[in-house]
């Protein structure tokens, strides 16, 4: 019982007015970005990153964990109301969230759709309380061949588990790892891919691609669609809110499985937009109600945002206890770690114990707060939506500008900005996944790090990757995860035949 | 590279087909993998005295851009079927760069004159031009969205943004 210990000393960590009030204004902007079209979750914490810079660290991550968890929150509104969804993973929340608001049963299917994040986070936290501390314990023996062997295992399980073409997401990862390398070779001192621009020499910012990509990117994506918003007005009274919850225990089993799948993308680098499509088919294919779906079942919206939110919640574990992200917006809070000058990693847990707590905690505090938030101000964060597109989409741009300049005070980053901006459009429209070109921005430097550490120790013998059974073990995982579209390939010749 | 589909706008029938768009962004990878490669060579790719050199770790990183986007590029090519999908149309391309080339002068014009004013002003064009407002109420947004982020960034958060090579700010002493 260390651990509520611990938590407890967080709670009194987080329980300051000062850090109440960052929680609320996190959770309110959160909401706003995850409602706006072209601010998700990942760049809005990058855009808004700048503004911690003087915080203490822990005040700066509750700050910005509970913009996450409004842009998760926030990503329902609009695909509720609008059919527009905010986010990637509420698209599955509009297949019977939407038709439910046509019904006149918006407030029922928002106060769902809340709750049931509410839920998913909930038992995602109590996952983290629990078992974060237990891995960075374990984690503590890994040394660089270790630490390299669950760097591949994260490359490859995007290969193996993605969706698209195995060469594509190939591509997009080793285009981030390229990126990472352009600028001052940490080890030699040399200056790398910069051609003589000395401008290259601080090499890319992983945010200023996180701003571009997912902001510009998706700015230009939804001009392409011509966006049009014509939505259900709302208002959730409290009655409605009493009945939704007093029908909720029913769909116990829905919860309980979302929130399994939920957790099991979010640790491995899954990510919330799989976990909610994939939770969405298992309720369709496991209710009684299935072939009902898509006329407007509330299982057909808790399904989805259940896992949704588990899974955003869970991809901080691997954040905390490895230093590894499992989402991109987990990944800037990983940036931010370093900006603040903490060391990510297992030692975290032993070196920054009110950080780790507090953060901890705070995700138990910041889902409560944004839960009554949320459901309070509907009528408020809807009414954003209203502003028409040709005065938000030129304000998105300019925040994204401010964003993208602030990171290193660098006019050349809005430049680069409108860069990456064109290559996530194209990425987006030739699959191309950006998941893990961002992670492979991210974590390049360390992974290279880890794995020239491992080169020294064994004098350019890569047998030191199976070298023990652990390493091994996790090496082993990693190459099969890679070589997993070829070998279901096979495995499906061989049935056929 | 037509769709086969009638559709009421000529422009909604032409445009870049994705077979097409898949083979040129195949090909620049390609080139950014030979360029990753090309450097990490001259840095030295191998084995030095104290452990592996700086190129060590991008050559093969590039290698692999190399291979995984020749690969890309023989599956467009030999994907003829693609040929007649339609990556975007002539109409949505238009709407597109309608966004993206102003938004690349709007960058230029932060270069020189700064955030703020950039800002205010391509605020208050997007207004004019797309959205069809009146001038003063299209103004009006542009500049009181810039004067609020102002006393947010300048006076709350102190956190000074570009001002532009001229600097037409600079009367306000901050």
């Given at each position: ?5 611990a938590l407890f000393q967080g709670f009194a960590v987080v329980l300051t007015p000062f850090n109440m009030l960052l929680m609320t204004i996190g959770i309110v902007l959160g909401v706003i970005i995850g409602v706006l079209?072209?601010l998700g979750g990942a760049n809005g914490v990058a855009i808004l990153l700048p503004l911690t810079f003087a915080m203490p660290p822990t005040s700066a991550i509750i700050m910005l964990s509970c913009i996450y968890w409004g842009a998760l929150f926030g990503g329902a509104i ?8 905010g986010e ?26 809340f709750?049931?994040s509410f839920?998913g986070a909930f038992?995602a936290v109590v996952?983290i309380t629990?078992?974060a ?72 910012d992983f945010l200023?691609?996180v701003i571009?990509?997912f902001g ?50 979010g ?5 919330a ?35 949704a939110h588990?899974?955003g919640t869970s991809a901080l574990l691997?954040m905390l206890a490895?230093g590894?992200p499992g989402s991109p917006t987990a990944a800037v809070l990983l940036g931010g770690l370093l900006i603040w000058g903490l060391q990510p990693?297992?030692?975290l847990f032993?070196e920054q114990k009110d950080f780790v707590w507090g953060l901890i905690a705070s995700m138990y505090l910041g889902n409560i707060f944004g839960l009554v938030i949320v459901l309070t101000c509907v009528?408020l964060f809807?009414?954003i ?10 304000v998105i741009?300019?925040i994204c500008?401010i964003g993208a300049y602030t990171v290193h005070s ?32 991210v ?55 | ?144 969205v810039?004067?609020s982020f102002f006393f947010m960034f300048e006076v709350w958060f102190k956190v000074p943004l ?13």
């Amino acid at each position: 019982m260390v651990e509520l210990n611990a938590l407890f000393q967080g709670f009194a960590v987080v329980l300051t007015p000062f850090n109440m009030l960052l929680m609320t204004i996190g959770i309110v902007l959160g909401v706003i970005i995850g409602v706006l079209p072209g601010l998700g979750g990942a760049n809005g914490v990058a855009i808004l990153l700048p503004l911690t810079f003087a915080m203490p660290p822990t005040s700066a991550i509750i700050m910005l964990s509970c913009i996450y968890w409004g842009a998760l929150f926030g990503g329902a509104i609009t695909s509720i109301l609008f059919n527009i969804p905010g986010e990637p993973w509420s698209v599955a929340t509009t297949f019977d969230g939407y038709p439910m608001a046509q019904q006149g049963r918006a407030g029922e299917a928002l106060t769902a759709a809340f709750t049931s994040s509410f839920v998913g986070a909930f038992v995602a936290v109590v996952m983290i309380t629990f078992l974060a501390p237990m891995v960075a314990k374990f984690a503590l023996q890994f040394g660089p061949p270790e630490f390299f062997a669950v760097y591949l295992l994260t490359f490859c399980s995007f290969i193996g588990m993605g969706k698209g073409s195995p060469w594509k997401t190939l591509s997009a990862m080793m285009l981030g790892f390229a990126l990472a390398a352009v600028g001052m070779d940490t080890v030699t001192g040399q200056l790398r891919l910069i051609f003589g621009f000395t401008d290259l020499m601080r090499g890319f910012d992983f945010l200023i691609a996180v701003i571009g990509l997912f902001g510009i990117g998706e700015i230009l994506l939804s001009m392409e669609e011509g966006l049009s918003f014509t939505g259900k007005t709302a208002r959730i009274n409290p009655k409605v809110v009493f009945q939704t919850w007093a029908s909720l225990p029913k769909y116990w089993a829905t919860l309980v499985r979302s929130s399994a799948i939920g957790i099991w993308m979010g640790i491995t680098p899954g990510g919330a937009t799989p976990a909610s499509f994939m939770s969405y088919g298992v309720a369709k294919r496991m209710s009684r109600d299935g072939e009902k779906f898509g006329t407007g079942q509330i299982e057909g919206v808790i399904a989805p945002e259940t896992a949704a939110h588990a899974a955003g919640t869970s991809a901080l574990l691997p954040m905390l206890a490895l230093g590894i992200p499992g989402s991109p917006t987990a990944a800037v809070l990983l940036g931010g770690l370093l900006i603040w000058g903490l060391q990510p990693g297992p030692l975290l847990f032993v070196e920054q114990k009110d950080f780790v707590w507090g953060l901890i905690a705070s995700m138990y505090l910041g889902n409560i707060f944004g839960l009554v938030i949320v459901l309070t101000c509907v009528p408020l964060f809807a009414a954003i939506l209203r502003i028409p597109f040709s005065i938000i989409a030129p304000v998105i741009l300019v925040i994204c500008a401010i964003g993208a300049y602030t990171v290193h005070s660098a006019m050349l980053d809005i430049w680069f900005m409108m860069l990456f901006g064109v290559i996530g459009y194209l990425f987006k429209k030739l699959n191309y996944p950006l998941a893990p070109m961002v992670l492979a921005l991210v974590l390049g430097d360390r992974a290279e790090d880890s794995f020239r550490q491992s080169m020294l120790i064994a004098q350019g013998d890569l047998r030191i990757f199976f070298s023990n059974g652990l390493v091994g073990g996790i090496t082993a995982l990693a190459l099969i995860l890679l070589f997993w579209p070829l070998v279901s390939r096979v495995v499906g010749r061989l049935r056929g035949a | 590279m037509t769709d086969e589909t009638p559709l009421p706008d000529p422009d909604e029938r032409v445009g870049i087909s994705l077979r097409l768009m898949d083979i040129i962004v195949a090909l620049l990878l390609f080139v950014v993998g030979a360029v990753v490669v090309f450097d990490s060579y001259r840095l030295g790719s191998s084995w030095g005295s104290d452990g592996p050199q700086s190129g060590y770790f991008p050559f093969r990183v590039g290698i692999l851009i190399c291979i995984a986007s020749l690969i890309t590029f023989v599956q467009a090519v030999r994907a003829r079927n693609l040929s007649y999908v339609m990556f975007v149309s002539l109409a949505r391309l238009k709407l597109v760069l309608i966004v993206l080339i102003p938004a690349l002068f709007y960058v230029l014009c932060v270069q020189y004159i700064g955030l703020y004013v950039a800002s205010a002003i391509y605020i208050a064009l997007f207004m004019v031009w797309l959205g069809k407002y009146s001038w003063l109420k299209s103004i009006l947004v542009g500049a009181l969205v810039n004067v609020s982020f102002f006393f947010m960034f300048e006076v709350w958060f102190k956190v000074p943004l570009w001002k532009g090579d001229l600097d037409p700010l600079r009367f306000l002493g901050f």
